[in-house]
């Protein structure tokens, strides 16, 4: 099928947020209020955060102000992996904090088991399912790269299951697979709007103060307390948790350290019984295939197929509007490499196609930080993985706002700033180089040009 056919009735709106089932807003924030803890952002970092803060100290009085929708955002547009790497995948934390990987792999499996148990603890029905990850290789050039992550993995006492061409093809049946590598208890999938909205009742039954519709415009240091300015009112608190992700921040030095990404994703119409088997996919697990420009995929629970990634869009000045959420262009070509990777699905059609903005930073995984004398804490640059890494980050900003040391917080990873983005109009360039150089190493069977080595060296390597 040609995919403008395909997409023909596709809504222009997040699957995920497209139910009937969405919960009322809560209202805005109107008048001056107090608190112990101020959260700005209502996705996942700040979800995480405001519930643990109760957790942590029930008596503690938390607002939680979002100027949206709570999971209106990148919450509730992503793909639903819920990974336990908390550094955008062992290559890259390998890379980037050899001395304290393993350390780093056990605490993200921890918070990914604690995830779980704090779903289960809060009745959060989110349709978590732990299926694993699954690595396909679509050329010869990518298998190299599968067995050096196995090797590390082994030698971390992960092990991942290696797969040919023929047992690839036997858990997910594409013909561009050459191999794959599977991470079987590393990643559960999950519905991420109904994740955000459970998050959001369990802070509510815990007695979090949420207002929803209530952007922060300003952000003083007035003596003892922060104030935070909204259109209605405003709130000053004791300590102020920032997560705000790509949208403009109230602390400028953080302007230097994120850029703001689009990501773009389908969904298909569900799949009958004859399609579904026609594929397999009889473990569910969530796909990613292994170039650096990737894609990214899964199953619903209705066994529709969520097709994502490839391009990832970067407008120049680092302009971040509301028109920018659809692009055709990207649409089609998403559409015409999903009937490329399943063309015995020819005929399927898409029900919804969306794109948003991310985070990213220059090591493609969260940093943190405090400011105004360790009184504000912020998580950023998650790069699309942080669905689970967010609860991580959390529980980093409430521990450097306790003041108190912790094996969190003595981590190189949490004491260390990315290295900072150059200011515009080189920001720009740089970025489009290197996206530029990506494209044509896919092209070129993974070999890196002068400019991605370069960036190699300096620690700064692209490959996603």
């Known amino acids: ?29 109107t008048g001056q209020v107090t608190a112990g803890l101020a959260v700005v952002g209502g996705g996942f970092t700040g979800l995480w955060t405001a519930l643990m803060a109760k957790e942590r100290d029930p008596s503690l009085d938390v607002v939680l102000l979002e100027g949206g929708r ?23 934390g390998l890379d980037r904090w050899p001395d304290e990987i393993a350390t780093l792999e056990r605490l993200g499996r921890e918070n990914l088991d604690e995830i779980e148990a704090s779903l289960v603890r809060h009745g959060v029905d989110c349709s978590f399912e732990r299926t694993g990850e699954l690595q396909a290789a679509t050329e010869e050039w990518q298998l190299a790269g599968l067995d050096e992550t196995a090797r590390a993995a082994r030698s971390l006492g992960r092990p991942l299951v290696r797969l040919d061409r023929e047992e690839v093809r036997a858990e997910v049946d594409s013909p561009t697979y050459v191999g794959g590598l599977w991470d079987r208890e590393g990643v559960a999938m999950v519905d991420p709007a109904r994740l955000a909205w459970g998050l959001r009742d369990a802070c509510v039954r815990l007695g979090v103060r949420v207002a929803e519709q209530t952007p922060v415009r300003s952000l003083r240091d007035d003596g003892p307390l922060l104030e935070l300015r909204t259109p209605h009112g405003s709130v000053r608190a004791r300590r102020v948790a920032l997560g705000t992700g790509a949208f403009p921040p109230l602390l400028r030095r953080l302007r230097h350290f994120l850029v703001p990404v689009y990501d773009y994703v389908l969904m298909t119409e569900p799949l009958s019984a004859e399609a579904l088997a026609a594929v397999g996919w009889r473990n569910r697990q969530g796909v990613g295939d292994s170039a650096n420009q990737f894609h990214y995929y899964r199953l619903t629970d209705d066994n529709r197929i969520l097709w994502g990634g490839y391009d990832a869009v970067y407008h120049n000045g680092g302009l971040v509007r509301p028109e920018y959420d659809q692009r055709d262009a990207t649409f089609e070509k998403l559409a015409g490499h999903f009937f490329d990777t399943f063309p015995q699905l020819e005929g399927v059609r898409f029900t919804h196609r969306w794109g948003g903005v991310i985070d990213t930073c220059s090591r493609f995984s969260a940093f943190f930080g405090t400011a105004y004398d360790s009184r504000l804490a912020y998580a950023a640059g998650y790069t699309g993985l ?43 360039a740089v970025i489009q180089l290197t ?27 692209f490959d996603s």
């Open 386 to 428: 942080g669905v689970g890494a967010t609860r991580f980050g959390a529980n980093v900003m409430l521990d450097l706002l306790s003041g108190r040391e912790t094996e969190r917080t003595r981590l190189g990873m949490v004491r260390r700033m990315p290295v900072p983005f150059p200011p515009e109009p080189v920001r720009s």
């Open 70 to 92: 709570v999971g209106w955002a990148a919450s509730g547009r992503n793909g639903g992996f819920c990974a336990a790497s908390l550094t955008h995948g062992l290559a890259n």
């Open 1 to 29: 099928m040609h995919p403008q056919r395909a997409l023909a009735d596709a809504e222009r709106r997040s699957y995920w947020l497209d139910r009937p089932a969405a919960p009322e807003p809560l209202p805005r924030l």
């Open 435 to 461: 996206r530029w150089s990506i494209a044509r190493a896919d092209s070129r069977q993974g070999r890196r040009n002068v400019w991605l080595r370069a960036l190699d060296a300096m620690g700064l390597g």
